[in-house]
RNA sequence: GCCGAAGUAGCUCAGUGGUAGAGCAACUGAUUCGUAAUCAGUAGGCCGGGAGUUCGAAUCUCCCCUUCGGCACCA
């Protein structure tokens, strides 16, 4: 007798062991056609799989919770996608294949590249192999002979992968049709639950088990949903993003270039220019008013001095480097050793600490060719960069004022959902454990203090000390990670600066390394995705264009304009011999935020109409209330009104 | 760095071995107009760079550079 708790705590006896699929029939016909799988004292089991034992038991189907559902639906899509492979290309050996946020993958290995055209024809054989309808057949196997099956098919990788498999892991192969794969499972109960809601979106190579030592692979990329309209919808979703890509908008609204001589670094242009400067001013007025001292050190450094540091034996290669004077220099890529050699150069008191020192360093690192990609992943960039030299107590104030100023900064620019990350001791590391074990609790206890939920990124601290990442969630729910706050008490030991303490002797000062926005470049990139290019009137390049209708106006849009930038707003104006809707046209396609048309009525009135960025129609004030207006929202958050 | 794809006018793109094309932008002229494209004309190209095949190359082959999508990397 096998007793099955049903969800709704009514209990159905059965002679012996039951399948899923059996128990839905036995609720009713409707069910059991909608089941896709089972729950089994809240393990995810396939329908088919015999209870053998008294268990909870919920019948799962495609309205079931979206993460249940589409991780059943994309792990299904990628042995679909793996059986049409097998069977157009037989040679093709193949790997692993996961469902991932927003569809799944397979790895394959296979001599020759699979081209564009062999994706249509593998999705298309897919809709055969939906057609078809097949049952996936769960089956345990022995663990040698598991590996024997594989091997003789000639299918090394998986039979690595049983190989590296625990002694006490069940082997389970899961067949459908004349397709049989190693798989953990579960699965929907047959091939033709996949539907038609899927499509092989993306060609990409992949390092097998993400090893840059070993075999590159190939893999394909595919998306799944439940129904067309999801898929559509994912694919418009996609599509949106695209607009807001800070590459293509860096082109629309003239902002930026890129070209080949200087690659993966920015060509600014005036407008992106223009909203550069607003970020550094932005913060540097918010680092003056929080007890920072601003200083500036030298681009070019000769190479002993970063392989005191470190960094030369540990990042060596990916630093510029330029010889001179028989000596070889290296270009900055961070600013951390000069800091300290400024530092040094008092003789620094207890009373000195804790000491801010930040820079807006302009630093250069030879990124990988293959990770450039636009201002989010740069060769040359600017970090809001500060470090505070502290006493080992002041670590958690310190922490704690920091992580209140990044909220703040973050919350002026729009981002109010921020997550927080602590990373802790790696592996290999600098420092006794007494001093990890103080200082990660200092970090913790100090992050605590926002009121943020705090999540472990275990093991991924620096060498040097654990550190806390700040990620910010953007307009479309994609994650950056810009700030930082890491704990070094390597730094000063190596570049040897210290303070006296309050004993009369000499101590080894703590370093805090934190930025804010990261790389200017990058919170740039972020910014214009965010916004869509629409900024608002603070951070927007041009903040109000001045247009006329007739050239009868020319002489009073010159005194709005001049009225307007008097406010110490960011103003163009738009005489030219173009209509009115050309003008409207032109300008909101620029997105900027306010065009004033004026035309005659302006003109006789003293009075301007203002037409606001996404909206249809326009307002007409007085023009002494639209310089306000408009001056009063373009403040600078966090600063006093302008005089 | 690795795998795959791409690079043609300022921008977006067409052009598969036989005299380099379109739209928009630019420039010139006309038009003076009330909130998302006024009309006409003109000009604009080392077809990413180099080598090769060919009577002839944007087009075929090889090498390199850059960009895009991933992977790896990210002090």
């Known amino acids: 007798m096998v007793a099955i708790t049903l969800p709704d705590d ?9 399948s899923g699929a059996d128990i839905a029939g036995a609720i009713g016909p409707g069910l059991a ?11 995810l089991w396939d329908l088919s799989r015999a209870i053998d034992h008294d268990a909870a038991v919920s019948i799962v189907t495609m309205r079931d919770d979206d993460e249940t559902v589409f991780d059943l639906l994309r792990h299904d899509a990628a042995h679909i996608m793996a059986e049409a492979v097998k069977e157009l290309f037989p040679k093709t050996q193949v790997t692993i294949g996961p469902s991932i946020e927003n569809g799944f993958f397979y790895d394959f290995s296979r001599a020759e590249p699979f081209t564009p055209d062999d994706l249509e024809a593998i999705e298309a054989r897919m809709g055969e192999i939906v057609g ?34 625990p002694a006490t892991e069940e082997i389970t192969l899961y067949r459908q049709g004349g397709f049989i794969d190693l798989c953990r499972g579960p699965h929907l109960p047959s091939t033709g639950k996949l539907g038609s809601a899927f499509k092989l979106t993306k060609l990409a190579g992949a390092y097998w088990r993400g090893d840059s ?65 607003i970020l550094e001013d932005y913060i540097r007025g918010r680092l003056d008013t929080a007890g920072y001292v601003e200083v500036k050190t030298p681009q070019l450094v000769d190479r002993k001095l970063w392989e005191k540091s470190g960094h030369w034996e540990k990042f060596g290669e990916h630093m510029y480097t330029t010889e001179s004077e028989e000596r070889t220099f290296a270009l900055k890529p961070m600013n951390c050793p ?7 150069t008092d003789l620094r008191s207890y009373r000195d600490l804790p000491l801010r020192m930040a820079e807006f360093g302009g630093c250069h690192r030879y990124e990988p060719s293959g990770a450039l990609h636009g201002l989010m992943r740069v060769r040359a960039f600017t970090q809001d960069d500060a470090h505070i030299f502290c ?25 109010e959902d921020v997550k927080i990350n602590f990373a802790d001791r790696p592996e290999v590391r600098a420092g006794t454990d007494d001093v990890w074990d103080q200082a990660e609790s200092a970090l913790t206890e100090a992050a605590e203090v926002t009121g943020i939920e705090i999540g472990l990124n275990p093991g991924e601290g620096a060498f040097y000390g654990p550190k806390l990442e700040f990620i910010l969630t953007d307009a479309i729910g994609r994650d950056w990670q810009c700030g930082t706050l890491q704990v070094d008490f390597v730094t000063p030991e190596r570049l040897d600066a210290n303070y006296i303490g309050e004993d009369g002797q000499r101590h080894r000062p703590v370093m805090l390394h934190r930025a804010i926005l990261g790389s200017l470049e990058r919170f740039t990139g972020i910014l214009i995705e965010h916004h869509s290019g629409a900024f608002p009137l603070w951070l927007a390049p041009i903040q ?5 209708i007739t050239q009868d106006g020319d002489a009073y ?28 046209r032109e300008h909101s396609l620029a997105k900027v935020p306010a065009i004033i048309a004026i035309g005659q009525r302006e003109a006789d009135d003293g009075t301007v109409s203002v037409r606001r960025l996404g909206s249809k129609g326009q307002e007409v004030l007085a023009l002494r209330d639209a310089v306000d207006t408009l001056a009063a929202e373009a403040q600078i958050p966090g600063q006093s009104a302008a005089a």
């Open 338 to 344: 000069g800091h300290v050699q400024i530092f040094k």
């Open 544 to 548: 109000v264009v001045v247009a006329t």
């Open 557 to 584: 849009a010159t005194q709005v304009a001049k009225e307007l930038r008097g406010a110490g707003l960011r103003v163009e104006l738009d005489l030219t011999n173009e209509k009115i809707n050309y003008k409207v």
């Open 391 to 415: 006493t080992r107590e002041q670590i958690t104030p310190e922490t704690e004022d920091f992580c209140r100023l990044l909220l703040d900064v973050y919350k002026d620019f729009g981002f």
């Open 132 to 165: 078809r309808d097949e049952p996936l057949i769960r089956e345990v196997w022995d663990r040698d002979k598991a590996i024997a099956f594989f091997k003789d098919m000639g299918e090394h990788y998986k039979a690595e992968i049983i190989e590296d498999l």
């Open 33 to 43: 056609k909608a089941a896709i799988a089972v729950r089994v004292d809240g393990e």
């Open 213 to 277: 030592r070993n075999e590159m692979l190939q893999r394909i990329y595919g998306t799944a949903w439940r129904t067309p309209k999801e898929l559509n919808a994912y694919l418009h979703r996609i599509e949106e993003a695209e607009k807001r890509d800070h590459r293509r908008l860096g082109k629309q609204l003239d902002l930026f270039h890129f070209q080949e001589e200087a690659a993966g670094m920015a060509f600014w242009h005036p407008k992106g220019w223009t909203l550069y400067r």
């Open 10 to 18: 009514s209990v159905r006896d059965f002679d012996g062991p039951v």
